[in-house]
């Protein structure tokens, strides 16, 4: 009796074969143990692998927000590139304008990975004491410096915007269980 | 009350080397004091070593701040509240901050950890070392009465979180008794699933001066809106006209009048915001409280509650064009202290059900879910 | 408030409304290939920008959504032909979840593992394949758009790959 090969009996376990292919496998598995371990074999590996579907708890509107920040990113450095003469030349380097447009853009993406990855306090325009949140946690500023105050990297933090000047971040402790809330104050 | 004699622990905390980048400067050393009064009904057992850390980061100075307080009921009472004031020369540059742990459980000569946990940053130029200051504010009992200094109203904040984990624990106690831990579950789940989907906002709030921001703000023209209100038929108070200013993401110089139609005076007033866009898309934007110390509604009358402030909104980095701002009640506090919050019912108004995260409880209940199972939350609602 | 609306703002606001409406099946798509979170964020964003370059194919919506996946899929294929490093194991998210007991999810974490350690053994696009077919159960002519090749091209990477997973879990229970 002739067998069906590994990649028949594979295609099988899945109804991954034609019509004519399936019956006649069909034909031969209702005669040949063998061959009926084997695709139950193949079967075990289908029925773990949806083991894998699974998608972690994540907090998707948070990165909703980052994912659509670095795309605006990513966006308005390919119209930097664009926005020099095409094409480089064949020397390999970049000459003249284009080398500062290229600076530029590589510059702006370097200041910007770096304020997304670790937030520098930065002078502020307005001229009374500013409290907000930000995707790091609470910024405060007043004459011209900023103060940060990060959640040290808590997850599901819920903020609270006061109309009088505070914002508050609220999250459960991972450690303990319990509820902490920070709380900055604008005086 | 605290007297003159005070315990206080001063600790020195040494620089960390780690994550320099290119400074050659020396590092100054940073302290971290606490205050806890000696007839305060929590005492300092303990405290974690190096609690503060400095590290440069280019133009910055980063401090790791990882305080670890044991305290320890020293009361009768069990303590449902402590709130900690954190006052630094870095946080003085705009306001102080706090630290306040609800929803405790802690039973006379009990201990109980808090954590401040938090990195500090501030501009490396500024002068001197980094100092940090920690006083208690203020400690809630079981009871609702109240210990402490309550520089922060931390005992009214206090108050009225314990009075909405109460009542969400009173309503996953019934829902426990009369349907079971299956159903427990499914709230559990509801909750979960709420913080998740609440749509998020960026604020940022500015006393008296307009923030100036990129985008629409800065080219919007500015427009009185009326505030629309969610009335609660058994609030003690009621919103009765309530005007703004808008530009854009800006909401400018809030004014909300408000009449009392309880029988009792009434001392403090604050109402959430819901922001709608104008796609219609619904954000839960804020709260406004009745700052003024001298505010004082008799029964039957009006008064106005004004706040002097910009707020700017945003999400994921972009501004938030305002449309619509609706107003709700969300805390009213009695001339005798006492404090009333919205019940279950006037929060599942659908309009408000999908832009309020889960309470303070049912947050602290659903972590504890993760954590442990549905029978430790079972446990955990037995307990109070 | 003015109610016009600037060009380049309404043009933000259409690829946000793009982003908004695809990320989330974009991310799990790409998460389901490459097992990890950070590696399928990155993953998302390059495939978006991709897509956003070329906003005339974005005009015809079923057409976007699919043209989307299969820049998702090439994106992922590329990333896991240039990385032969192992991928991480997802125990601190799966520690979010919220349905199991801590012993549950330690399980559940091994047997992730177990699953990424004999993906690792197929090529990108059998791996690719297998995932989209025995995992998402994808239609093999869906698979096979995906991945831009003929179905039977498509059989034999998810035979293939069915067949070097099986010798995986039987050297596994020896």
Partial sequence: MRHPNQEILALHAGGDLGPFARW?????????????????????????????????????????????????????????????????????LIHGGRAVVAFACAMVLVVTGMVLERPLPRAAREEGPM????????????????????????????????????????????????????????? | MCNNVQNRLWLLGLLGAAGLLAQDAALPNCSVTVDVPNDAPVALLGISNAPCNATARGAALMLDLHLSLTLKNTGSN???????????????????????????????????????????????????????????????????????????????????????????????????????????????????????????????????????????????????????????????????????????????????????????????????????????????????PSTDSSFALAPGAT????????????????????????????QVEFADGKVWVPNRQNLENPFLAKVLAPSIEEERLASLYVRKGIDAVAEELKKF | MSDDIEPGLELLERQNRFVSEHFRRIFVQIYHLVQNVADAQDLTQEAFIKALQHQEQLKDGQKAAQWLSRIATNTAIDFLRRSSRATFSELEDGLE????????????????????????????RERAALIMRDVEGLPAEE?????????ATVRSHIANGRTKFRRYMEKRKR
């Fill in chain 2, 78 to 288: 069990r303590i449902h509240g402590v709130t900690l004031r954190v006052v630094s020369q870095e946080v003085a540059l705009g306001g102080v901050g706090s630290v306040y742990q609800p929803s405790l459980n802690v039973g006379p000569g009990e201990a109980f950890p808090v954590h401040i946990d938090t990195q500090l940053m501030r501009p490396a130029q500024l002068a001197g070392g980094p100092a940090v200051q920690v006083h208690l504010d203020g400690v809630l009992f079981q009871d609702l009465t109240f210990y402490g200094p309550d520089r922060l109203h931390s005992r009214r904040i206090m108050t009225a979180s314990e009075m909405e984990a109460q009542r969400d624990r009173d309503y996953l106690k019934r829902l426990l008794a009369e349907q079971g831990l299956p159903a427990l579950r499914q709230a559990m789940l509801r909750i979960q699933a709420r913080q998740d989907s609440v749509p998020r906002l960026q604020g940022r709030v500015v006393r008296g001066h307009t923030v100036t921001t990129a985008g629409i703000a800065a080219g919007a023209p500015e427009r009185q809106a009326q505030f629309a209100f969610l009335q609660f038929p058994d609030s003690p108070v009621e919103p009765v006209q309530g005007s703004l200013l808008i530009a854009g993401n800006e909401a400018r110089t809030p004014v909300i009048d408000v009449r009392n139609r309880s029988g009792k005076a009434v001392k403090y007033v604050e109402f959430g915001w819901v922001l709608t866009d104008p796609a219609g898309h619904d954000y839960l934007a804020g709260s406004m």
């Fill in chain 3, 97 to 124: 979840s919220g349905w199991e007991t801590p012993e549950q999810i330690l399980l559940r974490s091994e047997h992730r593992e177990y699953l990424e350690d004999g993906l690792r053994l197929l090529s990108p």
């Fill in chain 1, 24 to 92: 006649r496998t069909s034909r031969h598995l209702a005669r040949c143990e063998s061959c009926r371990e084997e695709v139950a074999a193949f079967d075990e590996v289908r029925r773990s692998l949806p083991g894998l579907a699974e998608v972690p708890d994540l907090q998707w509107n948070r990165l909703a927000a980052e994912i659509k920040a670095n795309i605006r990113l990513g966006l308005a450095a390919g119209e930097c590139v664009r926005s020099a003469d095409p094409p480089l030349r064949q020397s390999g």
């Fill in chain 1, 131 to 187: 409290v907000q949140n930000t995707q790091y946690g609470i910024e405060v500023t007043a004459g011209g410096e900023t103060l940060g105050l990060t959640n040290n990297g808590v997850q599901r933090v819920t903020y609270s915007l006061d109309a009088q000047g505070s914002m508050g971040a609220r999250y459960v402790d991972p450690e303990t269980g319990y509820v902490t809330i920070n709380t900055v104050y604008v005086q």
């Fill in chain 2, 303 to 330: 008064a106005r509650v004004r706040q002097d402030s910009t707020l700017g909104f945003s999400t994921g980095g972009q501004p938030v064009s305002i449309q619509k701002m609706t107003g709700f009640v969300t």
């Fill in chain 3, 143 to 151: 698979v096979a758009q995906r991945l831009n090749c003929s179905k």
